[in-house]
């Protein structure tokens, strides 16, 4: 049941204590006191119960204004993530200069800002034509060091304890007192119609956006228990303190599901007598997706189409890939909402590495489980499948009436191993996403099945050392696919006919090389490569993902730099030379 309160406009009242709980956290490093846990007569900012694990809130802000959040009555939360996304529009090429004057950030401060790089759309839209983004970075609000407040309010807009206050450090330096360990803040200028991927002559529709991406808290604190009279939260943000976002609150007294996500994997098919599979024998799987108490989300047998996902009211709250409806950009713009369901199967572990042969558009549009890579040319296996298909969810953008979005999906699936599989072990890795009712999480599950042996096959990966950043809320169990296990990344993470910058080698090269917020020297490979030999294949892709630029020299031999993710198009992956570049100034290997 949900019980619905109204909420009037915000007093004075509220205000002032809101600004004089973010004014005395200014210019601080570390998390200020937390409140006597009856102040107001409700426990706030305290750790409450030990045995009550708080849940981690998601605020999606658009336009200034957001869905109302379903929240269960009673339970403890913690700030997990916020996103914030203003959009105004222009018919002249002004830059980003139009959010000065209209939007949530009008009174921001904007001195300081920059543009940095651009990239244009793989694909054309339905019309045949392109569109270009322009990537924005350096004003005040995005760079100096500011605090987050969330507050609950009650239906006359009256505060019902003092606010949370987070800090997120500032961009340049990560710090023990940051929240956060996600922080990008930018401003996006889209231009629209572009008639070719180089040329956007006489286009009259620009986008202007400003976007706000914080998430993955490095700790559950502090957090809060929701007041029964909770009928708001506000937001607030020192580096834009003329404005507030008020999200309406309905508290669900008898939730039909658990907060939490899992994902089970089954194998359906029985192994031989020696406990392994054959070369060339068919393996069906089945996945279930649960909530946090083991409750099942679909009923087993089948999973809800397309359509009753994104467009339906479908109570669980697992997603469907959702790349159409808002565009994405690796590092730049809300990539961690693209929340594609999919499970791939690799193998054998020994052989695991990047995959370079491209995935056609044709296949993706055309085909359910789909071929990824080949022991012929990438020295191993890998497929996928996309949920609740593959073919009807891609295929289905294309066609016009979006028939594949109608059809529903199966919760099992079949792979054909190839006839000359080497023995080992191969891995099944499904990773999904769930949206409800304020938590936003994901959940990557794997397991491993034995291929012509029944002892276990293993790979000594040529990269490491992450968790000398990636640790507490910002390790690799915690971010991203919530996926601890390198080793599988490579199975979905191959180019794509329809997203050249999808390998996991050219994202991680981009992220830490656009990223202010890595401690290390940049060109220092050693810093993650562990052998000399894992960073001597050149090509477009591994070296155009870090650098921005080559001598005039490989331009003449090799084409300009056309895309800042990869540095050109499918020749990008393609090794280009075995003799130059087997050394890195710097690099430490």
């Not at 080793?487 to 656009?514: K, M, Q």
Request: hydrophobic fraction near 35%; include cysteine.
């Amino acid at each position: 049941m949900v019980e619905r309160g109204r909420w009037r406009g915000v007093t004075g009242k509220t205000m002032r204590a809101a600004a004089l709980i973010g004014a005395a956290t200014l210019g601080c490093d570390e998390q200020a006191a937390a409140p006597e846990p009856e102040l107001f007569g409700v426990p706030w900012g305290d750790d409450g119960d030990g045995d009550t694990e708080p849940i981690g809130l998601a605020i999606d802000l658009k336009n200034g204004t957001s869905a109302p959040l379903r929240l269960h009555a009673g339970a403890r939360f913690f700030l997990e993530q916020i996103d914030i996304s203003t959009v105004v529009t222009s018919a002249v090429d002004e830059g980003v200069k139009g959010l000065a004057h209209s939007g949530d950030f009008r009174h921001a401060p904007w001195l300081g800002t920059h543009f940095v790089e651009q990239e244009t759309a793989q694909l054309p839209d339905a019309a045949g034509k392109y569109t270009r983004s322009r990537f924005y970075q350096g004003a005040l609000w995005m760079t100096l060091p500011s605090f987050v407040l969330l507050a609950q309010l009650d239906e006359d807009g009256d505060l019902l304890a003092p606010p949370i206050t987070m800090s997120i450090g500032s961009d340049g330096q990560r710090r023990a007192s940051d929240h956060f360990f996600v922080r990008r803040l930018r401003a996006i200028q889209r231009t629209l119609g572009c008639p070719a991927p180089n040329d956007c002559t006489g286009a009259t529709q620009f986008e202007e956006e400003a976007v706000v991406e914080l998430r993955n808290a490095l700790k559950q604190t502090p957090s809060f228990e929701l007041h029964p009279a909770t009928a708001a939260l506000e937001l607030r943000w020192t580096a834009n303190p003329l404005q507030r976002w008020v999200i309406p609150v309905e508290q669900e007294t008898d939730p039909e599901y658990a907060y939490g996500f899992q994902i089970d994997v089954d194998v359906v098919t029985p192994p031989g007598p020696d406990g392994f599979f054959l070369p060339g024998q068919e393996l069906t799987f089945r996945v279930t997706l649960r909530d946090g108490d083991g409750n099942r989300l679909h009923p087993e047998g089948s999973l809800p189409s397309y359509n009753d996902v994104i467009f339906g009211a479908d109570e669980a709250g697992f997603q469907y890939y959702q790349g159409f409806f808002d565009p994405t950009w690796v590092f730049w713009r809300r990539k961690h909402r693209e929340r594609t369901f999919i499970a791939h199967f690799m193998g054998p572990a020994q052989n695991v590495g990047p995959i370079h042969s491209i995935v056609p558009l044709e296949q993706i549009l055309t085909e359910d489980v789909q071929q990824v890579a080949t022991i012929e040319q990438d020295g191993l296996f890998d497929v996928w499948k996309v949920f609740p298909t593959t073919d009807g969810v891609f295929g289905g953008a294309f066609d016009p009436q979006h028939l594949g979005w109608a059809e529903p999906g199966s919760d099992t699936f079949s792979v054909q191993l190839p006839a000359d599989a080497p023995p080992g072990t191969y891995r099944l890795t499904t990773k999904a996403r769930r949206v409800y009712h304020g938590e936003d999480i994901a959940f990557t599950r794997t397991i491993e099945v034995q291929v012509g042996t029944a002892a276990p096959t293993s790979k000594t990966l040529e990269t490491g050392n992450c968790q000398s950043c990636h640790s507490e809320g910002g390790s690799l169990a915690a971010v991203l696919h919530r996926n601890p296990n390198r080793g599988t990344c490579y199975g979905c993470h191959a180019p794509l006919g329809v997203e050249y910058d999808a390998p996991i080698h050219s994202r991680v090269h981009f992220i830490h090389s656009r990223s202010n917020r890595f401690d290390a020297p940049v060109e220092q490979c050693d810093t993650c490569h562990l052998t000399a030999a894992s960073i001597q294949r050149t090509s477009k892709s591994a070296c155009l993902s870090c650098h921005t630029s080559y001598p005039q020299s490989h331009v003449a031999a090799f084409g300009p730099v056309s895309s800042i993710y990869v540095g050109g198009q499918a020749e990008s992956f393609t090794q280009c030379t075995a003799s130059c570049h087997t050394t890195h100034p710097s690099s430490g290997l």
